[in-house]
């Protein structure tokens, strides 16, 4: 069964860095399409991140030079590293596979629970 | 960067009627248009993909439609696990996006 399952959320003061985990099982990590979606506290989805099979890498621009996706092959794992966080970051961070993918490009599923980062002083 | 916008906001409806969602993009996104579930405290879940292709698992009664900039989500009768948010997503251009959702709930 394909699973996804995030880590690494938390409470970070303003200007913190934090790094978020994807843990996958029954797929592997480095071959596969991953993204990131955040959601904020009852607001919609809004895409972060994606890293391509191949490591081609995309960021939307809320997040660009702050954020860095990245993957680890060891531990089957997909990676957020978020620095400079700011108060609009606060979110559900979502880790989801690329399924159904054309193109550089994908639709997602599935979808881990999701990790919670506050970023508040 | 590509607007989606989704109407209506809300929608409430009863168990068994019908729902027509609507999610039109501000530039053509050819087919690359996705439908996504959200219930509360869960993630988004993929029920339609490239427009019209219901996703492995999702029941017959999703079903998408459009192309270019119009696209429509259509449960044919509602079942009471189907009040939720409904949201679209476009994969043609970078960034991608997705709509603000439609609530369906139970009216």
């Known amino acids: 069964e394909v699973q996804l399952v995030e880590s690494g959320g938390g409470l970070i003061q303003p200007g913190g860095s934090l790094r978020l985990s994807c843990a996958a099982s029954?797929?592997?990590?480095?071959?596969?399409?991953m993204t990131w979606v955040r959601q904020a506290p009852g607001k919609g989805l809004e895409w972060v991140s994606l890293?391509?099979?191949?490591?081609?890498?995309y960021y939307a621009d809320s997040v660009k030079g702050r954020f860095t996706i990245s993957r680890d092959s060891s531990k089957n794992t997909l990676n957020l590293q978020m620095n400079s966080l700011r108060a609009e970051d606060t979110a559900v961070y979502y880790c989801?596979?690329?399924?159904?993918?054309?193109?550089?490009?994908?639709?997602?599923?599935?979808w881990g629970q999701g990790t919670l980062v506050t970023v508040s002083s | 960067e590509i607007v989606l916008t989704q109407s209506p906001a809300t929608l409430s409806l009863s168990p068994g009627e019908g729902a027509t969602l609507s999610c039109r993009a501000s530039?053509?996104?050819?087919?690359?248009l996705a439908w996504y579930q959200q219930k509360p405290g869960q993630a988004p879940r993929l029920l339609i993909y490239?427009?019209?292709n219901r996703a492995s698992g999702i029941p017959a009664r999703f079903s998408g439609s459009g192309s270019g900039t119009d696209f429509t989500l259509t449960i044919s009768s509602l079942e009471p696990e189907d009040f939720a948010v409904y949201y679209c997503?476009?994969?043609?251009?970078?960034?991608?996006?997705f709509g603000g959702g439609t609530k369906v709930e139970i009216k």
């Open positions: 989801a596979k690329g399924k159904y993918c054309t193109g550089n490009t994908c639709s997602f599923d599935p």
């Open positions: 029954g797929f592997i990590v480095s071959t596969n399409y």
């Open positions: 890293i391509h099979s191949n490591g081609d890498i």
């Open positions: 530039q053509s996104v050819r087919s690359y």
């Open positions: 490239d427009a019209s």
């Open positions: 997503q476009q994969r043609t251009n970078w960034p991608l996006t």
